[in-house]
């Protein structure tokens, strides 16, 4: 990635980790299913070069948020889901819609 890229790829995730981290419920419900929508078929490494090596602080802030808000079963096959599950999106709709 070029510097400029990767400027800008972590202008981008910089944003959106502080948009995750200062959203109520109905905001990180948003960005959990925008980022669904736009990486569902993306591996880690792909994540990766996207948001600027990463991904992670995002992917940590999403399963903490979810083991704390909804200790539930539909949470646990989110996490699934996003750590490469079924590539299903009536899943995802279906888990997503829980919520």
Same mark, same amino acid.
């Given at each position: 990635m070029t510097s400029s890229k990767r400027d800008v790829a972590v202008s981008r995730l910089t944003s959106l980790l502080h948009e995750w981290?200062?959203?109520s419920k109905s905001v990180r419900r948003r960005i959990l299913q925008d980022f669904v929508a736009q990486n569902q078929? #993306?591996? %880690?490494?792909? +994540?990766?070069?996207e948001m600027a090596d990463a991904a992670s602080l995002l992917l940590t802030r999403v399963s903490s948020w979810l083991r704390l808000t909804y200790p539930s #079963?539909? %949470?646990?096959? +989110?996490l699934f889901y996003l750590q490469?599950?079924?590539k299903s999106k009536s899943l995802s709709r279906i888990?997503?819609?829980s919520y």
């Open positions: 981290d200062t959203g078929r #993306k591996t %880690a490494p792909e +994540l990766d070069a #079963k539909p %949470a646990l096959l +989110l490469g599950g079924p888990i997503i819609k």
